[in-house]
């Protein structure tokens, strides 16, 4: 069975910085669409980013472009969401998630496989 093991949650200052992890085991990260999804009180799971198994090309919701990045190390089939200019509004549960398909959708319901979320305070 595939598996996502996700950490690097916790609370940080607003304009702060924070990395989350996502090491997977049981299977090649890099042949897989990959992503990262959070879902903060109340709300509906909102995809944050996904980068395309084909071309490498990446997507990422409004709210986080040019303070979000998404980068994957292949050696340590391990993928990353790197976080910066943090904001109270960014708190949440994240959540790393992987597809087989290839159709680049980021959309939670094309990703069968997902890591058990790890919590993002943005907080003073």
């Known amino acids: 069975q595939l598996q996502l093991v996700e950490s690097g949650g916790g609370l940080v200052q607003p304009g702060g910085s924070l990395r989350l992890s996502c090491a997977a085991s049981?299977?090649?990260?890099?042949?897989?669409?990959i992503g990262w999804f959070r879902q903060a009180p109340g709300k509906d799971r909102e995809a944050v980013s996904c980068?395309?198994?084909?071309?490498?090309?990446?997507t990422y919701v409004d709210s986080v472009k040019g303070r979000f990045t998404i980068p994957r190390d292949n050696d340590k089939n391990t993928m990353y969401l790197q976080m910066n200019s943090l904001k109270p509004e960014d708190t949440a549960i994240y959540y790393c998630?992987?597809?087989?398909?290839?159709?680049?959708?980021?959309?939670?319901?094309?990703?069968?496989?997902w890591g058990q979320g790890t919590q993002v305070t943005g907080s003073s």
């Open positions: 049981r299977f090649t990260l890099a042949s897989y669409t």
């Open positions: 998630a992987a597809s087989g398909s290839l159709l680049f959708i980021c959309n939670s319901n094309y990703f069968p496989h």
């Open positions: 980068l395309s198994r084909r071309d490498g090309s990446t």
